[in-house]
């Protein structure tokens, strides 16, 4: 089974715009950061939409572009395109490097890697095996999981403290300012001294009983926002394609 490819035409439509937007805001100091995609380019597309409306510069991933979604093939596009500076996540991980992963997946993910193995396009499965378990950048550290286990460590809002604030006061992080992390696709921010913990939640599978696309606006405020997207697109191409049916359904529930 397949479903029919996102034309270029539209998806080069859409890295036209957000490009324009990040040049026009070129010293705007804003930046956004989304994470946990999964696959599901209904939900990066809108995303990606409402950015382009929030005069920012830069954007930044926290990692798991693919992973348990229809629409593996756009998802990297976009961002490859973009030329997204991307940390790996768990399921990037898994889907370019069979067998080497140690992190234990549930089957419904584990059945969908595998698929995505098999459909994913050699040259974008280049691409996302290339991303760095962390990134640093002028007072800014990025990783899919926690500084301790890059791709496997879930942290909660809880936690944060005590795993960052440790980090912070290490010869690696204490120059740091502002730390993202994913994984969880619970969002939050926390204030630890005068850094700052960030976790943008999930753009492609949200999982804090809100059904609506997550990501982070960060200036001189940190901000969450939630996005609106065609969830019945993404549920109804998961079914089209034969891929596990919690996976359609828990879209509605943001569970």
Same mark, same amino acid.
């Given at each position: ?10 998806? #080069? ?29 209904? @939900? ?104 301790? #286990? ?28 502002? @730390? ?35 990501? @982070? ?30 996976? @359609? ?7």
């Amino acid at each position: 089974m397949s479903v029919e490819r996102v034309s270029r035409e539209e998806l #080069d439509s859409l890295v036209s715009n957000v490009q324009e937007s990040r040049e026009k805001n070129a010293k705007s100091g804003r930046i956004a950061l989304i994470s946990d995609i999964h696959s599901n380019y209904w @939900a990066l597309k809108a995303v990606l939409e409402d950015i382009s409306q929030s005069g920012v510069e830069e954007i930044f991933c926290a990692g798991d572009v693919v992973g348990y979604g229809p629409r593996p093939n756009e998802c990297c596009y976009l961002l490859k395109t973009l030329q997204i500076p991307t940390v790996m996540g768990n399921h990037d991980y898994s889907v370019t490097f069979p067998g080497k992963s140690e992190f234990e997946f549930n089957s419904e993910a584990e059945l969908v890697n595998i698929w995505t193995r098999h459909v994913l396009d050699k040259s974008l499965q280049e691409w996302l095996s290339f991303p760095p378990f962390e990134y640093r950048n002028d007072g800014l550290y990025i990783v899919h999981g926690s500084p301790r #286990d890059n791709l496997g460590e879930y942290v909660s809002k809880e936690k944060s403290e005590g795993i960052f604030g440790k980090f912070f006061e290490s010869e690696e992080g204490k120059d740091l300012k502002l @730390a993202v992390h994913g994984h969880t696709h619970l969002p939050y921010i926390k204030e630890i001294g005068d850094r700052i913990v960030v976790n943008p939640g999930s753009v492609g599978q949200p999982r804090d009983g809100n059904p609506r696309a997550s990501y @982070a606006l960060v200036n001189a405020e940190t901000e969450l926002k939630r996005v609106e997207y065609d969830i019945e697109k993404t549920a109804g191409e998961i079914r089209e394609l034969l891929l596990p049916e919690k996976l @359609a359904s828990r879209l509605f529930i943001g569970g």
